[in-house]
């Protein structure tokens, strides 16, 4: 399971308890209040690390495009043949902007990165 799957599923596990701690505080069921309460620390903790797990390759990601010694911006014709493009540029790296890696760069259009001018 991916990272960004198991955060959603996390997430909708968080909001779940937070509707049955709700119920519970106004049956007034101390038992299952605190049992609620803890579930929804676990929660938060786990939540917590994966979002920061993913911070981390993402930017790992990041410093490794950064490295490469060639970007550019690539052209409309050139993508709508992509595969063309990637099989003739050996370690073409395309990003588009409105993905998460896309915004850490702060891209503003469709951009290659490759170890060779290209």
Known sequence: MSIKQELQQLKNRL???QVK???????GDDVMVTKFTNDIEDLNKKISQLAHKQNFTINKERKALLD?????EITKQEQADMGKLKKSVRGLVVVHPLTKLGKELKLEVVTGFA???F
């Open 15 to 17: 909001n779940k308890s």
């Open 21 to 27: 701690l709700d119920a519970a505080k106004s049956r």
């Open 68 to 72: 490469m010694p060639f970007s550019r």
């Open 115 to 117: 170890p060779k001018q």
